[in-house]
Nanobody, 116 residues
């Protein structure tokens, strides 16, 4: 059974930092690209950042470039999202994601709330 379990969300003031973690189980991890998405009520999920299986290549949505960093530790089967200089518009539920052969896998999400 594939499981992605996110943690690390919370309430933070604007300008603050959080680090999200996502632990994967039940699936090959070290060669698997991973991604972080976020979603606000009434909106579609937005791709925030991606990372290749070896961690050598990353991509970010323009709105978080220079502030967020995606990374991974394959030995711990964990992908991270370091979020710095947080803004109120970063408030969302953040989801970990990876693509399977027939379906996408998602975690349960972790809430990030940035107060102004």
């Amino acid at each position: 059974q594939v499981r992605l379990v996110e943690s690390g969300g919370g309430l933070v003031q604007a300008g603050g930092s959080l680090r999200l973690s996502c632990v994967a189980s039940g699936i090959g991890f070290s060669l698997r690209p991973m991604a972080w998405y976020r979603q606000t009520p009434g909106s579609q999920r937005e791709l925030v950042a991606t990372i290749t299986g070896d961690g050598r290549a990353t991509n970010y949505v323009d709105s978080v470039k220079g502030r967020f960093t995606i990374s991974r530790d394959n030995a711990k089967r964990t992908v991270y999202l370091q979020m710095n200089s947080l803004k109120p518009e970063d408030t969302a539920v953040y989801f970990c994601n990876t693509k399977g052969s027939v379906t996408d896998y998602w975690g349960q999400g972790t809430q990030v709330t940035v107060s102004s």
